[in-house]
Antibody, heavy 119, light 107 residues
Framework: EVQLVESGGGLVKPGGSLRLSCAAS????????MSWVRQAPGKGLEWVGR??????????DYAAPVKGRFTISRDDSKNTLYLQMNSLKTEDTAVYYC??????????WGQGTLVTVSS | DIQMTQSPSSLSASVGDRVTITCRAS??????LNWYQQKPGKAPNLLIY???YLQSGVPSRFSGSGSGTAFTLTISSLQPEDFATYYC?????????FGQGTKLEIK
């Protein structure tokens, strides 16, 4: 069974940094493309970015609102995905979900971790 | 960026009703269209991928159709557990974009 467990959320001041982790199990993590999707309180889903598998080049793509501030990385030896978030803004407040792809659809999702950016 | 527009934004219906939700893309996305269901406090769940393929484990009362710019999600006979918010998502190009959601409520 696929499991994705996010951690690392919490309260951070504007301008601060936070690193989220996503521990994966139940599938071959090193072969998987992974994405982060967020959801602000009471709002819809917003794609944050994607990281391809190393065998597919390992490249990343980001949404415009986070490009240059957020970095997605992976440690295949630990079956873990990361989201490094710098220069955080109040509008980054959201639940952050880790997801895995089959082809181009997001087939499995973690339970999410809440990030609150507030002074 | 490709804009995804769902209609309606909210919908009231009764158990047993047939319901259709529409999703339109701002440009052709061929069949790179996926549908997700989200219940309050829970992560989204994939229902339909590639416009019309039912994800494993999803009840057959859910179906999807369309191609190009116009797509529909149909629930043939609403069940109590179907009251949730539904999102379409295009995966044709990055940035991946979602529709704004359709909240399906009990009448």
């Amino acid at each position: 069974e696929v499991q994705l467990v996010e951690s690392g959320g919490g309260l951070v001041k504007p301008g601060g940094s936070l690193r989220l982790s996503c521990a994966a199990s139940g599938f071959t993590f090193s072969d998987a493309w992974m994405s982060w999707v967020r959801q602000a309180p009471g709002k819809g889903l917003e794609w944050v970015g994607r990281l391809k598998s190393k065998t597919d080049g390992g490249s990343t793509d980001y949404a415009a609102p986070v490009k240059g501030r957020f970095t997605i990385s992976r440690d295949d030896s630990k079956n873990t995905l990361y989201l490094q978030m710098n220069s955080l803004k109040t509008e980054d407040t959201a639940v952050y979900y880790c997801t895995t792809h089959i082809s181009s659809w997001l087939v499995s999702w973690g339970q999410g971790t809440l990030v609150t950016v507030s002074s | 960026d490709i804009q995804m527009t769902q209609s309606p934004s909210s919908l009231s219906a009764s158990v047993g009703d047939r319901v259709t939700i529409t999703c339109r893309a701002s440009q052709s996305i061929t069949n790179y269209l996926n549908w997700y269901q989200q219940k309050p406090g829970k992560a989204p769940n994939l229902l339909i991928y590639a416009a019309s393929y039912l994800q494993s484990g999803v009840p057959s009362r859910f179906s999807g159709s369309g191609s190009g710019t116009a797509f529909t999600l149909t629930i043939s006979s609403l069940q109590p557990e179907d009251f949730a918010t539904y999102y379409c998502q295009q995966s044709y190009s990055t940035p991946v974009t979602f529709g704004q959601g359709t909240k399906l409520e009990i009448k």
